[in-house]
């Protein structure tokens, strides 16, 4: 006797089986990403400090409150330059906070400010469109010769800054540089990201 075929759909459910290769490559990016982010950890515990910002002087760029990554070892290698953003204790005040500035000039150079402007050695600064013009040159509406180890800084937000315009402050002595900030958190008005 024969048997009739069914003429309908049949539906069979295959057992799906797991590859061993899956699994292995699955674990062998999972250690990837966990060595990752365990040596990034222990890099920054070992080369760079967590600080905050205090203050709206380096605003829209870095907000108050804000917490900052610093690279504590970069200037034992490279000078700053200009357009870092450092952190510094002023006149190296153990006391106080840390301020958190762009460096504009650099030791040698001649710093004023007039009209408004930034001046490097006589010159009209090459900087943003954004900055404000600054109502007050403070210290530096007569030149300033920077010394060897002097930098100029100013805040982003010019007209509500306390920087090397300031007579308490002044230029900024590279060892009172506590270091290079390159990571910023997120806050309520910005999310994480590097310090440009």
Do not use: C
């Not at 380096?58 to 034992?76: A, C, D, R, V, W």
Request: aromatic share 10%; charged share 25%.
């Amino acid at each position: 006797m024969m048997r009739r075929r069914s003429s309908g759909l049949n539906f069979y459910k295959k057992k799906k089986k797991i590859s061993m290769s899956i699994v292995k490559e699955i674990a062998h990016w999972a250690f990837l990403i966990f060595a990752s982010a365990f040596l990034a950890t222990v890099l920054v515990m070992a080369i760079g400090i967590r600080i905050g910002m205090v203050g709206v002087s380096m605003e829209p760029k870095l907000y108050n409150g804000q917490e900052i990554l610093l690279n504590t070892f970069h200037y034992k290698l490279f000078s700053p330059k200009r357009g870092d953003v450092i952190a510094f204790l002023p006149n190296g005040n153990q006391n106080s906070h840390y301020y958190v500035k762009r460096v504009v000039a650099l030791p040698g150079e001649k710093v004023q400010i007039r009209e408004g402007r930034l001046y490097i050695g006589g010159v009209l600064a090459d900087e943003e469109d954004s900055y404000d013009k600054i109502a007050e040159p403070g210290i530096a509406e007569n030149e300033i010769t920077l010394g060897p180890d002097e930098y100029f800084v100013l805040g982003d937000n010019r007209n509500n800054s306390e920087d090397s315009r300031s007579g308490n402050i002044g230029p900024v002595k590279r060892d009172t540089i506590a270091g290079k900030a390159w990571f910023h958190m997120a806050s309520k008005k910005s999310g994480m990201g590097f310090v440009e």
